[in-house]
């Protein structure tokens, strides 16, 4: 919302002011200038500054210290909160992840430190002054990301500024350098140095600020991709029969999916179901006397290969069973024609039919651009359960024990047949379900008399 972000805006104006009347220099400062240069709202607003943090500390009355050795302060002003950072140079690089030590400098060193020029520029907001000491104009003008300095050593320093480049090349559909690309393909092999739950989250920035088809391409292109996710690399080549996949291989119709992620509208789950749902086709692969390729048992085997991979990426736990579930369901909708009534329910009843329906549709997409399951379950699905979602089961587990059944394997499916038979309509009450048990399952003939 343009009104909302605005007096975000001013309240990061307000803090830069405060700074300045108490004699220190205050600036926009990285992300939020480069946003604004593109007619972007920014999301958030950081702040540079020669004061130290301890005078930041002293100059607002609510501030939290998130890195005190680096001079950085949280200012919380009138429920919103900026990130204010003292001037700083990075000394020697340690794990190449951060600095053993900085030293507090000005603006020019400041700029220095970041990783893109294009990331960094500084921004008068009282005069509307860019101050770029780094040629961040010229590039963002032209759509480059170039390191700031000798790539090869940036990127030795951080290894996440390599996948940084890529998120951001992708994100604003631009090109890299060709230095800094060269230096990025040089240390890509290197990238697993850092930590994973550091790479997880650059990959799913990737997968879900948009352009994600173009991130994947470039990390391919780089040679990331080859060293972070081999198995999707590796679907490369594998061949599908053209009926039902025109588009070509299975790397070629994974990035066409790719291409249709939505920012909003499709969350980090159904991101990496969509690039892991053909992750174990190439195991699957079977040529057929007819000439035709089949990958059967794809879904159930992708399963857990999909969640072992968002583990590697050091996602939840709960996201790696959600993408397990739509590998292994991606597609059950092809059925749907063909089920009894309760199936069917049953299906669309469940809790992420949504996604594994929009997982279905992207694919879909990608492919033959046949949507008629895909169509028919979204009719079905508003029929059978818009006013009526799935309903409580009549019969329960402590029915089939009163009525003297032993727990057991048996239970399950007793109970799975008599809710079945509640959503054909053929039971409607307790009193029926009860019956319904009696005549189709009785009990073991426990108690007899001898
Ligand atoms: P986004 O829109 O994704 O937040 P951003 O550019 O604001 O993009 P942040 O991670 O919020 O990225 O970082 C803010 C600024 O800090 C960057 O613009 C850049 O100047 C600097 N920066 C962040 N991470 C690094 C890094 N790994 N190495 C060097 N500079 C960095
Ligand atoms: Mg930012």
Known sequence: MRGAVSRTRERALAVVRRLRAAGHEALFAGGCVRDELLGLDPDDYDIATSAPASVVQEI???????????????????????????????????????????????????????????????????????????????????????????????????????????????????????????AITRLAPTITGIAWERIGDEVVKILTEGSARRGFELLEDCGLLQVLLPEIAALRGVAQSPDHHPEGDVLTHT?????KLEVGRHDEALALAVLLHDVVKPACAEQRPDGRITFHGHCERGAPIAADICLRLRR???????????????????????????????????????????????????????????????????????????PEPLLRGTDLIELGHRPGPLFREIL???????????????????????????????????
Not at 149 to 157: H, K, L, M, T, V
């Open 316 to 390: 939840s736990r709960d996201t790696a069973d959600r993408v397990a579930w739509l590998v292994a369901h991606h597609l059950r909708h092809v059925d749907a024609p063909r089920m009894r009534i309760a199936t069917l329910k049953r299906f669309l009843g469940q809790p992420g039919i949504d996604q594994l329906l929009e997982l279905t549709r992207i694919d879909a997409l990608s492919a033959s651009g046949d949507l008629a399951a895909y169509e028919f379950c979204v009719a079905k699905r508003a029929e059978l359960l818009a006013e009526e979602p799935l």
């Open 60 to 182: 607002f009355p609510r501030t939290i210290p998130v890195g005190l050795q680096f001079g950085v302060v949280l200012v919380l002003h009138e429920g919103e909160s900026f990130e204010v950072a003292t001037f700083r140079r990075d000394g020697a690089y340690v794990d190449h992840r951060r600095p053993v030590s900085v030293e507090f400098s000005d603006a020019r060193h400041d700029a220095e430190r970041r990783d893109f020029t294009v990331n960094g520029m500084f921004l008068d907001p009282e005069t509307g002054q860019v101050i770029d000491f780094v040629g961040g104009r010229a590039d963002l003008a032209a759509g480059v990301i170039r390191a700031i300095g000798d790539p090869q050593a940036r990127f030795d320093e951080d290894r996440l500024r390599l996948l940084r480049a890529v998120r951001f090349a992708a994100r604003f559909g631009w090109g890299i350098d060709p230095t800094t690309f060269a």
């Open 416 to 450: 799975d047949r008599a809710f079945d038979a509640q959503l054909e309509g053929e039971i409607t009450t307790v009193e029926a379900a009860r019956s319904w048990l009696r005549e189709r399952h009785p009990a073991p003939d426990r108690g007899a008399p001898a």
């Open 255 to 259: 990035l066409l999916c790719l291409e």
